[in-house]
């Protein structure tokens, strides 16, 4: 098995761990990787998407016609890339006349958007190629006795139309669930699981704002789950509750401090990864929990 | 607001710009028309738990009402997160999502813009990431990886390929950001 993996820019430079949990855990668990070299930014909603619909897929359709020229799916671990892409497929497969704008403006770089490769995230991917056996059977580490609650992230769920890796509710998922599930793990519900972290244009836009929604997560979860763990499915929402709760207990908003990681980065773990290089970019106390896992051999 | 008459709050419907729902069609919001104003949308919306004035069902109605200077003087739209949370719920199917891009689109064309639009752009033109930190480099050598990822800012060919796909769309001829070799 092999797919192409699609890096995105907050994965590359702000949480190159989270890069180096995904080149770890996939050859693990049997899928080698291809780097896809030469791809761009998906592009994110508030660049090219803002301005039209064309320049949008254009740029989106280039980074597809990487994988579409090796005959390989797309891999993210953002959700806003996943989404981008995702969504920028489903124009170009369902609207002609946009497809036929997007594929003059790739000739211009020698390029044609066929659309012969599908988008997919991470754990989802894992979920439906492998299912949650096969990766137990690899696992060196297990999660038995953690507590977590899970962060699945927007865009893994919606507008489900555009997605080839489909929840059977999406306001009521449980791929993530189950996943965590597989690694021995405890997933513990609160009520305000599918809220918005408040990463992204919302942050960039009014960060108290952004703040404000991460805050009433981050309480629900504790109140509700007390976890020793936060999971998260993408990484945007894996930068926002990392970075906010430094800023929210200076603020005094919070006074605990609940350590966070992308699925990926846990997966990586329980399959013997070194944590010095898949989960230590971080600003919550990760180390402590992955201390606890790999006591438990 | 400024087409406000008599008390506060008081809209006057005949001073609304008729175009603007023309023009919000053309820029990817066909169905706006299809609008109820039942307000899952906003039921769902991350803006509303927020705070912030404007939102999906609020923007489709000034859109619809032709309120253009209240839209443009408001940086709601801004935050967005483009979760589509209002697109899967929407009993109408008209992508209110699609909508609150389409006033960002109308937005660009105004130069009603925020700096971290502009701010992105450049720097998806200059090195083919929205979000480049130029310092990363140490992090990544940290964790193990090469310097820089597998991007258009390790394969100048590929940057020059993207560059010229940008350089012919819309954002090219509104001239927001420099667009040079």
Redesign the interface.
């Known amino acids: 098995m092999k797919i192409g993996f699609f890096v995105g820019c907050n994965t590359a430079f702000n949480r190159p761990d989270l890069e180096q949990a995904v080149r770890y855990a996939f050859p693990a668990l049997g899928v080698e990787l291809d780097n896809l070299d030469g791809q761009s930014c998906c592009p994110s909603f508030g660049t090219l998407p803002s301005v039209d619909k064309v320049g949008w897929c254009a740029v989106s359709s280039r980074n597809i016609t990487l994988a579409e020229e090796k005959g390989l799916d797309m891999l993210t671990v953002c959700g806003s890339c996943y989404g981008s892409l995702s969504e920028a497929k489903y124009k170009l497969d369902s609207e002609p006349e946009v497809k036929a704008k997007v594929n003059e403006l790739l000739e211009m770089a020698g390029r044609e958007y066929k659309g012969t490769s599908n988008i997919r995230h991470s754990y989802y991917y894992l979920f439906n190629e492998l299912g949650p056996d096969k990766i137990k059977e690899k696992l060196k580490y297990k999660l038995d006795g953690l507590t977590v609650a899970l962060q699945p992230g927007c865009h893994s769920l919606w507008p489900s139309k555009v997605y080839f890796d489909k929840e059977d509710d999406t306001f009521h998922p449980r791929i993530l669930k189950e996943m965590c599930e597989a690694l021995g793990a405890t997933v513990g519900h609160y009520s305000r699981l599918l809220d918005c972290c408040g990463m992204g244009a919302l942050r960039s836009t009014d960060m108290g704002k952004a703040l404000g929604l991460v805050e009433k997560k981050l309480v629900s979860m504790k109140e509700e789950v007390n976890p020793d763990l936060i999971v998260a499915g993408c990484s945007s929402c894996l930068i926002q509750f990392d970075t906010a709760q430094k800023i929210l207990q200076k603020e005094k908003k919070i006074n605990f401090e609940i350590p966070v990681l992308h699925y990926m980065q846990l997966l990586a773990i329980c399959l013997g990864a070194d944590p010095e290089q898949v989960a230590v970019l971080g600003e919550t106390n990760v180390k402590s929990v992955i201390d606890r896992i790999r006591e438990k051999q | 607001m400024s087409e406000t008459q008599g008390a506060l709050g008081v809209v006057n419907l005949s001073a609304g710009d008729p175009n603007l729902v023309g023009e919000i069609k053309e820029?990817?919001g066909e169905e706006i028309l299809e609008c109820i104003q039942c307000a899952k949308c906003a039921a769902v919306c991350?803006?509303v738990?927020?705070?912030?004035p404007f939102f999906n069902k609020k923007v489709i109605q000034a859109i619809l009402l032709g309120l253009r200077e209240e839209l443009l003087e408001d940086?709601?739209i801004?935050?967005?997160?483009?979760?589509?949370?209002c697109?899967?719920i929407c009993p109408r199917e008209l992508?209110p999502?699609e909508v609150v891009?389409a006033m960002?689109?109308l937005a660009?064309r105004e130069f009603a813009l925020?700096t971290?639009?502009i701010n992105?752009?450049k720097s998806?033109y200059d090195t083919?990431?929205?979000?480049?930190?130029s310092g990363?480099g140490k992090?990544?050598e940290?964790?193990?990886?090469p310097e820089k990822?597998?991007?258009?800012i390790a394969?100048e060919?590929?940057?020059q390929?993207?560059r010229?796909?940008?350089r012919?769309?819309?954002?090219a001829d509104?001239g927001i950001i420099p667009m040079g070799d």
């Open positions: 820029l990817g991350p803006m738990l927020a705070g912030f940086a709601s801004w935050a967005c997160q483009s979760c589509n949370r697109t899967e992508n999502f891009q960002r689109r660009f925020p971290m639009a992105g752009l998806l083919g990431h929205a979000v480049y930190m990363a992090s990544r940290k964790v193990g990886l990822p597998p991007s258009t394969d060919k590929a940057l390929e993207l010229t796909i940008i012919n769309t819309d954002l509104l």
